[in-house]
């Protein structure tokens, strides 16, 4: 995956999701050896280290790629990890359970496309249409300033609530 977080990141989910790696009789091996890890101290030893080195792995790479923002955004990583290992295994579900029918290139783009949400300014999304881009440095922010019109009270009401709430007092729409 190179250098970048991003990169490797990517990589992590294009090895999970290879066509390669990723087929009928794998799947049945893999499933089959989690299903005696229940019963085996060294299966679940084995099992164990390896889920928490690939989830410390993803955790890291996603606490990475949060910094690489401009400035820094701190996303709850080890939900982001979470939830792409939830994709990631899906797709290994999905060959097992409907290996005609399943589509390797159909699971990789799912969990690009959610890494493009999470992190839509170093993964490009997966649809093919554009995103405008976000800029997340503040001097690289154009701000446009311009009288409120009646149209804006809804929106500048919940400004001035998140305001308030955000200085310690209470929250009154209404107000």
């Not at 299903?35 to 989830?55: S, V």
């Not at 910094?67 to 990631?88: C, F, K, R, W, Y």
Request: hydrophobic share 45%; glycine share 8%; aromatic share 8%.
């Amino acid at each position: 995956g190179g250098d970048s977080p991003a990169g490797r990141l990517r990589a992590l989910v294009e090895a999970a999701t290879d066509p390669t790696i990723i087929t009928p009789a794998s799947a049945a091996v893999w499933y089959g050896f989690m299903g005696e890890a229940k019963a085996r101290k060294d299966y679940q030893d084995i099992c164990a280290h390896l889920d928490d080195q690939l989830h410390f792995t993803m955790v890291q790479l996603c606490r990475e790629v949060g910094e690489t923002a401009d400035p820094p955004v701190a996303p709850n990583h080890e939900m982001i990890a979470q939830a792409l290992s939830g994709l990631i295994e899906l797709a290994w579900q999905g060959i097992l359970y409907d290996n005609e029918g399943f589509d390797c290139q159909q699971a990789r783009l799912q969990c690009l496309s959610f890494l493009s949400m999470v992190f839509p300014w170093v993964f490009p999304r997966q649809d093919g249409t554009e995103e405008p881009r976000r800029e997340f440095g503040r001097s690289q922010a154009d701000v446009i300033f311009r009288d409120a019109v009646p149209a804006d009270i809804e929106a500048l009401a919940v400004l001035v609530n998140l305001y308030r709430a955000s200085e310690g007092a209470a929250t009154d729409g209404a107000a």
